[in-house]
């Protein structure tokens, strides 16, 4: 009994002990955090930015304490860190060069990964090197990576070039089967958010525009390719079409795509060669690391704010939004960067498929008034299409990637008819008393009659209307010019400017230089809106579903979003201005 009891209080002493030691751990670590936060790290001379391309690519992530703390397998990365990171390279003396070690980057639309690669391709100017090197490229990791002085592949490793595809998936049989009905209205023939709904294959109309904007990106990717590397579009074409993705690693040397073959350990010394560091721990800085010391440098100048507004356009957040255009909260920040008088010039990044119509309405309205106090550019990221399209069209200036995917001026209406699986499926029944004609209207127990679906069509034809005459007003356009490019229609950024939709194709910071001109000033410094929240914020905000979604995530892949789409139906505008479906790139 004595041994029992020695052995218990030994027990809970321990644990206590333990507890103790991990609470102290826990302050350390949040110290710890605290002081990175507000002490920018010093960059040591001879140092390398190491551009790790592996997660999920956003505009702007958000802040992760749990996942800096832990570590995370699944990272999300940011466009606006990773560019201010290579443009801290750039300028940073004690930066000799970059190297990309390429692994899965997922969510990046083919406007984001050019983004990336002509900031490395401005870096390069700098003189300074660039050296990539992957187990396994993927087509957008090689794509970036074909910007360097050398790429380098494991030697049993492959590199993925095979050409694009878009692959929709269609729910209508599904839908049926569980007993729904989708009620459909729309205005514009290639409006076809609808089809995954309402059909098993692609519309005509549908696969024209697919194709012209597939080819498209697709033609802009091989000719900055065949730029930087020496090689042919025509040869290029001709690897995509062998599948050079299960060809040996040599021939992979002797056609051009790569330009030697090594192991993960032989890049260490390939770098301290090129820095001249032949003992001690070679500098490798990380993107975080170097973008936080190169916002941290001192502003001079005039001040221009960049305001990122990325995701599904709504009404207003909830608290399962992620990554949401809230229209609330953007036209309030938009009305205080107009009445601040320190801001010169606005930059709105937009990257968003669009959304609520009637959110979209209300952020081009915040835009105009905007633009009536200051200048303002729009620069376009991935999307920029349909609600995207909407915002932006009020602007003094659009920029566009090339492979931007813009456009879409159209809306519709996507209502779920319930009734059968409500009645036959689950044997609900319901009866109703009601005063006047359409009191019930919108009830789950019935589909729209006729003259409820006619009066839902005319409401979407005068939201067509409007959304074709801010286009009009914002681009000094006809209506009936409007009209010819409309229809839904999708268009990349480089036909955007051939028709008139966008005036320039450039990135980022194409569009801060054109802020600039306007604003007539020479010196000035940048400033982002909205800011992350804190790290303590985030800290105590994270709940289950951010572990749910990443695992959702890293196990659906390309196939993640158009599947959650489902589960944003019940929570959509009446009206809706998106892009025709989640384009759903492979590869």
């Excluded at 391309?53 to 992530?61: F, I, V």
């Excluded at 992760?64 to 940011?78: E, K």
């Excluded at 209300?362 to 995207?388: C, D, F, N, T, Y």
């Excluded at 074709?468 to 839904?488: F, H, I, P, Y």
């Amino acid at each position: 009994m004595k041994d029992f009891v020695k052995y218990t209080l030994a027990t809970l002493c321990g644990l206590f002990l333990a507890g103790i030691a991990l609470f102290i751990l826990g302050i350390l670590s949040i110290a710890g955090m605290m002081t990175m936060e507000s002490a920018a790290p010093s960059i040591k001379p001879q140092s390398v930015l190491r551009l790790t391309l592996n997660g999920e690519l956003q505009e702007d992530a958000p802040n992760d304490p749990l996942g800096d703390l832990f570590g995370s397998t699944y990272p999300t990365l940011s466009l606006r860190e990773i560019q201010t990171a290579i443009q801290g390279a750039k300028e940073n003396p004690n930066i000799d060069g970059i190297y990309i070690e390429a692994q899965t980057l997922l969510g990046a639309t083919p406007a984001m990964i050019r983004d990336i690669r002509e900031s490395l391709a401005d870096f390069k100017k700098s003189g300074k090197y660039i050296i990539a090197y992957g187990d396994n490229y993927t087509q957008g990791a090689y794509y970036i990576c074909s910007i360097a002085d050398s790429i380098i592949l494991n030697p049993q490793g492959q590199v993925n070039w095979c050409g694009m595809a878009s692959q929709p998936i269609f729910y209508k049989d599904l839908l049926e089967k569980i007993g729904i009905k989708m009620q459909v209205f729309k205005v514009g023939s290639y409006k076809s958010a609808v089809e995954p709904f309402t059909a098993t294959q692609m519309s005509d109309a549908n696969r024209e525009q697919v194709t012209s904007y597939l080819n498209d990106i697709w033609q802009t990717m091989l000719t900055d390719v065949s730029r930087s590397r020496s090689i042919k579009k025509d040869l290029l074409n001709e690897y995509a079409d062998s599948m050079l993705t299960f060809r040996p690693a040599e021939e992979l040397v002797r056609n051009g795509m790569v330009d030697s073959l090594c192991y993960i350990d032989g890049i260490s010394r390939m770098l301290r060669a090129k820095t001249g560091k032949d003992k001690g721990a070679l500098p490798l800085v990380s993107v975080k690391e170097l973008a936080a010391a190169t916002e941290a440098t001192p502003k001079k100048g005039d001040k221009i704010a960049v305001y990122y507004a990325y995701g599904d356009i709504v009404d207003r957040k909830t608290e399962w939004s992620e990554n949401v255009i809230d229209a609330e909260t953007v036209c309030r920040d938009l009305r205080t960067l107009r009445e601040d008088e320190s801001v010169k010039a606005v930059v709105l990044r937009v990257n968003s498929g669009g959304g609520s119509a009637y959110a979209s309405e209300q952020i081009w309205h915040e835009v105009k008034l905007l633009r009536e106090a200051k200048p303002v550019v729009v620069s376009m990221g991935g999307m920029a299409a349909s609600g995207g399209y909407y915002i932006s069209c009020a602007a003094n200036y659009i920029v566009a990637e090339p492979t931007t995917l813009t456009g879409s001026i159209g809306i519709f209406g996507l209502i779920p008819d319930a009734s059968q699986l409500l009645s036959d499926k689950l044997g609900l029944h319901f009866d109703v008393v009601k005063t006047n004609a359409h009191a019930d209207f919108g009830t789950l127990a019935r589909p729209f009659n006729p003259s409820e679906a006619q009066m839902m069509q005319g409401y979407i034809q005068r939201g067509y209307k409007l959304f074709t005459e801010r286009v009009a007003d914002g681009r000094n356009m006809k209506t009936g010019q409007v009209e010819k490019l409309a229809e839904g229609r999708v268009w990349t950024g480089r036909q955007a400017v051939e028709n008139g939709l966008a005036d320039a194709n450039g990135n980022l910071q194409t569009a801060i230089k054109k802020a600039a001109s306007l604003a007539q000033i020479k010196d000035y410094h940048t400033e982002y809106a909205p800011t992350p929240s804190p790290w303590y914020e985030v800290l105590f905000d994270q709940q289950k579903k951010d572990y749910l979604n990443t695992a959702l995530q890293e196990t659906l892949g390309t196939y993640y979003a158009p599947l959650m789409s489902l589960r944003q139906i019940r929570q959509m505008s009446v009206l809706q201005a998106r892009i025709p479906y989640e384009p759903n790139f492979i590869n």
